[in-house]
């Protein structure tokens, strides 16, 4: 029997979600965009960190399981700043500070550099309907 191979590891999906990113920024920057869809767009951003946060813990949990504590914490650290941003962000959209957001924003910029943004996507605006799925979140959770 051949070997399989998984090429959807958790690099991989990273890169994808901080294009998204970087995509939903471009449209973010944008200076015909309403208010609603900014919305949409802040909480599109928030809800990829928490995937990438996920990512990342499933990328240390074998390292640590087989003692590689080192290399867990230099991965950890060098991600902190998705932590960061997600924290930040999550207080600004709990007191609805939708303006206030401009120093989050310019950080992600900066950490998506490297990742271009998509030319072409199947859908045209991933950050629609954002809100109301995490005003559903809300409910849920308590």
Do not use: H
């Amino acid at each position: 029997m051949s070997q399989v191979i998984n090429r959807n590891n958790y690099s991989s999906q990273r890169a994808s979600y901080l294009r998204f990113i970087s995509t939903a920024l471009d449209r973010f920057d944008e200076k015909n965009i309403s208010v609603e869809e900014k919305r949409d767009i802040t909480i599109f951003i928030l809800l990829t960190l928490t995937e990438i946060q996920k990512t990342i813990q499933q990328t240390i949990q074998p390292w640590e399981k087989r003692g590689y504590w080192v290399k867990a914490d230099q991965f950890r650290a060098g991600w902190k700043w998705v932590d960061l941003i997600c924290n930040s962000l999550k207080v600004k959209i709990n007191q609805q500070k939708w303006k206030s957001m401009d120093s989050e924003m310019d950080a992600l910029r900066e950490m998506c550099v490297d990742s271009p943004p998509y030319q072409r996507l199947q859908v045209k605006e991933p950050w629609k309907g954002s809100w109301q799925k995490w005003q559903k979140m809300q409910k849920e959770a308590g």
